[in-house]
């Protein structure tokens, strides 16, 4: 009697990688998904900002808004800009238009620094640069006296 015994156990089918791993595999790649796409936009929105930042409007309303002491005397000191710049810049060639609501925030308040300007032959010339401080009534104007030639009245109706 050469017969064999059965075996004691009964061999599993073999598995694949994909049936070992799946659990952990699946949420790990839509995590990592969603934080590149998050990553992307973060980026991109980085990009934008920087530039916006880095424009001659943006720069030079900053400067005044900073040196202006009605300013200073509303807001405080130091003045610093918000991270949501709205708006847009926009250049081709010599030619330019700008129009920026940059939000401004100081130890004593908060308000809006609002640009809109036009380039010409590569120089800036603003349509309007005030501050509008939360809870003031005035807008604060920003423009040199000779840039006032123009009343600062926009389409918006901010003075």
């Known amino acids: 009697m050469n017969a064999q015994p059965p075996p004691l156990h009964s061999a599993a089918p073999t598995r694949n ?3 070992r791993n799946w ?11 969603l934080l590149c796409f ?3 936009f973060l980026l991109l929105f980085g990009m934008i900002n920087g530039m916006l930042r880095s424009s ?9 808004a900073q040196a202006q002491p009605e300013v200073v005397a509303a807001l405080g000191e130091p003045i610093n800009a918000g991270y ?3 708006g847009n810049i926009g250049t081709q060639g010599s030619r330019g238009s700008a129009d920026l609501a940059i939000p401004l925030s100081g130890p004593r308040g908060e308000g809006t620094l609002y640009v809109v300007g036009e380039q010409t032959v590569g120089k800036w ?35």
Request: aromatic content about 12%.
């Open 23 to 33: 659990k952990w595999f699946l949420p790990t790649l839509i995590v990592t998904g």
């Open 38 to 40: 998050a990553g992307f």
């Open 84 to 86: 949501f710049v709205q």
């Open 125 to 159: 010339h603003y349509e309007l640069m005030v501050v509008r401080v939360d809870g003031q009534d005035h807008a604060i104007e920003l423009r040199l006296p000779h840039e006032r030639i123009a009343p600062a009245l926009s389409k918006d109706g901010i003075e």
């Open 17 to 19: 990688w994909w049936e």
């Open 56 to 64: 001659e409007p943006y720069q030079t309303a900053m400067q005044r």
